[in-house]
């Protein structure tokens, strides 16, 4: 049975401004939302980081940094891992939808991230961001979730297409 909606596509094409306009959105008719999303962080133009927000309340932490002396590596970043277990425990907490941005390399640092990402899949309604390297495990559980494969040409009629399909796992009128 579908219970959400999985996003993938290429960095940089608006999986988490998807993310962020959806919830948004659902938030407005009253929808609870708990997990969260990845935003990067610049500096004079130059991306420097990531920031784990909670879709709730958008309190967060560094996800990863380059400037950060500790935590394994992923390409230039040093990934914080305590970081991510702070956005597991935001999937603890009740919710009508649960929302994971991303499933990434970064977030692969965890050692219980996927496992965590697969109890959401097999027991809840979610909205989950798949990073272009995780295609294989995407595939493996896509008879619980619609797959959108978000382009430049795609990604705003996107955001009406993944209410869509939310609305209705929501049993939203």
């Given at each position: 049975?579908?219970?959400?909606?999985?996003?993938?596509?290429?960095?940089?094409?608006?999986?988490?401004t998807?993310?962020?306009?959806v919830?948004s959105?659902l938030?407005?008719?009253g929808?609870?939302?708990?997990?969260?999303?990845?935003?990067?962080?610049?500096?004079g133009?130059?991306?420097?980081?990531?920031?784990?927000?909670?879709?709730?309340n958008?309190?967060?932490r560094w996800?990863?940094?380059v400037?950060?002396?500790?935590?394994?590596?992923?390409?230039?970043?040093?990934?914080?891992?305590?970081?991510?277990?702070?956005?597991?425990?935001?999937?603890?907490?009740?919710?009508?939808?649960?929302?994971?941005?991303?499933?990434?390399?970064?977030?692969?640092k965890?050692?219980?991230?996927?496992?965590r990402?697969?109890?959401?899949?097999?027991?809840?309604?979610?909205?989950?961001?798949?990073h272009?390297?995780?295609?294989?495990?995407?595939?493996?559980?896509?008879?619980?979730?619609?797959?959108?494969?978000l382009?430049?040409?795609?990604?705003?009629?996107?955001?009406?297409?993944?209410?869509?399909y939310?609305?209705?796992?929501?049993?939203?009128?």
């Amino acid at each position: 049975m579908v219970q959400g909606v999985f996003v993938t596509g290429p960095p940089g094409v608006g999986k988490t401004t998807l993310i962020v306009k959806v919830t948004s959105r659902l938030k407005e008719r009253g929808i609870r939302i708990v997990g969260f999303y990845t935003v990067e962080e610049r500096e004079g133009g130059v991306r420097v980081g990531f920031r784990l927000v909670n879709v709730s309340n958008g309190e967060w932490r560094w996800l990863a940094h380059v400037n950060k002396v500790q935590g394994p590596m992923v390409g230039k970043y040093h990934v914080d891992v305590n970081s991510i277990e702070w956005g597991l425990t935001l999937l603890n907490q009740e919710g009508d939808l649960y929302v994971i941005d991303e499933v990434g390399p970064m977030e692969m640092k965890h050692p219980s991230f996927l496992r965590r990402v697969e109890d959401v899949v097999n027991s809840r309604r979610f909205l989950i961001t798949i990073h272009v390297k995780m295609s294989n495990w995407v595939n493996s559980h896509l008879n619980l979730g619609s797959l959108i494969r978000l382009s430049y040409v795609n990604r705003d009629a996107a955001v009406d297409e993944v209410l869509n399909y939310l609305r209705t796992i929501l049993n939203m009128a």
